[in-house]
């Protein structure tokens, strides 16, 4: 009995040793060793970057296969998945590492070292300039009937698009981009990136990231009605109060004004000496006066 327990804890010994090493090797080969939800980056080696025709006819089985993985995922594991990658990835970096409040240019960093990311799932936040949608292929296998591809621009991306390819996005925007919008903010997509894509620009071919998603998300900043109501009225308020205010102190002004006027005007009036004016017309009446004229003596009179 003492024999078969010594040699069943021996097994389990040699068992913990095996997945120890086991789990040993991957962390060594994969520092983000992937969540359950995420796929293994060897998925994508066959996958051909910067190939020009968009997807390859080879490719078109994993690009179906990658859609549906997500739409089966939930978004909140992806997105947890993704923060999870994102941590890893800035500790792999000193400047980022050493600075923990410097945001990470997660477009950029995408961008410049895409093999890092093959596998991974990755979230984006920026503005949508382009956004259709289109029929998936008839022989994909997984049932996805719409496929909808939006150009998306982030802070750190400059004037180079992200090209997201999703099955799911909000009602309002089944259509495309709202009428009369060119452009929506506030967008959120978290996805794998598939491969880089090279698109026909004006002057040349370039290259944009393309991400596989399960949904776009979009949060429009809402305008609280009341509050806006509540802030004109304060606002018509202040304005009434305001001119209120300069009309009383304009008519104070020219109430003080009309004061100082008539309290001059009886200043000089008592700085005037009438007497000295009454003596000077007498004597003026006096010069005037017609002298008596006398008769020469022996004159008749």
Same mark, same amino acid.
């Given at each position: 009995?003492?024999?078969?327990?010594?040699?069943?804890?021996?097994?389990?010994?040699?068992?913990a040793?095996?997945?120890?090493?086991?789990?040993?090797d991957?962390?060594?080969?994969?520092?983000?060793?992937?969540f359950p939800?995420?796929?293994?980056?060897?998925?994508?080696?066959?996958?051909?970057?910067?190939?020009?025709?968009?997807?390859?006819?080879?490719?078109?089985?994993?690009y179906?296969?990658?859609?549906?993985?997500?739409?089966?995922?939930?978004?909140?594991?992806?997105?947890?998945?993704?923060?999870?990658?994102?941590?890893?990835?800035?500790?792999?970096?000193?400047l980022?590492?050493?600075?923990?409040?410097?945001?990470?240019?997660?477009?950029?960093?995408?961008?410049?070292?895409?093999?890092?990311?093959?596998?991974?799932?990755?979230?984006? +936040?920026? =503005? $949508?300039?382009? %956004? &259709?949608?289109?029929?998936?292929?008839?022989? !994909?296998?997984?049932?996805?009937?719409?496929?909808?591809?939006?150009?998306?621009?982030?802070d750190?991306?400059?004037?180079?698009?992200?090209?997201?390819?999703?099955?799911?996005?909000?009602?309002?925007?089944?259509?495309g981009?709202?009428?009369?919008?060119d452009?929506?903010?506030?967008?959120?997509?978290?996805g794998?990136?598939?491969?880089?894509?090279?698109?026909?620009?004006?002057? +040349?071919? =370039? $290259?944009?990231? %393309? &991400?596989?998603?399960?949904q776009?998300?979009w !949060?429009p900043?809402?305008?609280?009605?009341q509050?806006?109501?509540?802030?004109?009225?304060?606002?018509?308020?202040?304005?009434?109060?305001?001119?209120?205010?300069?009309?009383?102190?304009?008519?104070k002004?020219?109430?003080?004004?009309?004061?100082?006027?008539?309290k001059?005007?009886?200043?000089?009036?008592?700085?005037?000496?009438?007497?000295?004016?009454?003596?000077?017309?007498?004597k003026?009446?006096?010069?005037?006066?017609?002298?008596?004229?006398?008769?020469p003596?022996?004159?008749?009179?």
């Open positions: 009995m003492l024999s078969y327990i010594r040699n069943w804890g021996v097994a389990v010994c040699l068992a040793m095996v997945l120890q090493a086991a789990f040993a991957e962390s060594q080969t994969d520092p983000f060793r992937p939800d995420q796929l293994a980056p060897s998925l994508f080696n066959e996958v051909e970057d910067k190939a020009f025709g968009g997807i390859l006819e080879e490719e078109k089985a994993l179906y296969y990658v859609l549906k993985h997500l739409q089966e995922t939930s978004l909140a594991d992806q997105k947890q998945a993704a923060e999870f990658n994102l941590q890893q990835r800035r500790s792999e970096m000193k980022y590492r050493e600075h923990p409040e410097r945001e990470f240019p997660v477009f950029l960093d995408l961008f410049k070292n895409s093999d890092r990311y093959k596998g991974r799932l990755v979230t984006l +936040t920026g =503005r $949508v300039r382009k %956004l &259709i949608h289109y029929p998936a292929a008839d022989d !994909n296998q997984y049932g996805i009937k719409t496929l909808y591809e939006a150009w998306m621009f982030t750190d991306s400059q004037q180079n698009p992200t090209v997201v390819i999703c099955t799911e996005v909000p009602p309002a925007l089944k259509d981009l709202p009428d009369g919008t452009v929506i903010d506030h967008v959120t997509v978290t794998y990136l598939f491969k880089m894509y090279v698109y026909n620009a004006q002057d +040349t071919s =370039r $290259v944009a990231p %393309l &991400i596989l998603a399960k776009l998300e !949060n900043r809402t305008v609280d009605e509050g806006s109501r509540l802030f004109s009225q304060i606002l018509a308020g202040t304005l009434i109060i305001l001119i209120a205010g300069i009309a009383i102190a304009i008519w002004a020219s109430q003080r004004d009309k004061r100082f006027r008539e001059r005007l009886q200043k000089n009036e008592e700085q005037v000496d009438f007497s000295q004016l009454d003596s000077q017309s007498e003026t009446a006096s010069e005037t006066k017609t002298p008596d004229i006398k008769p003596a022996g004159s008749d009179q």
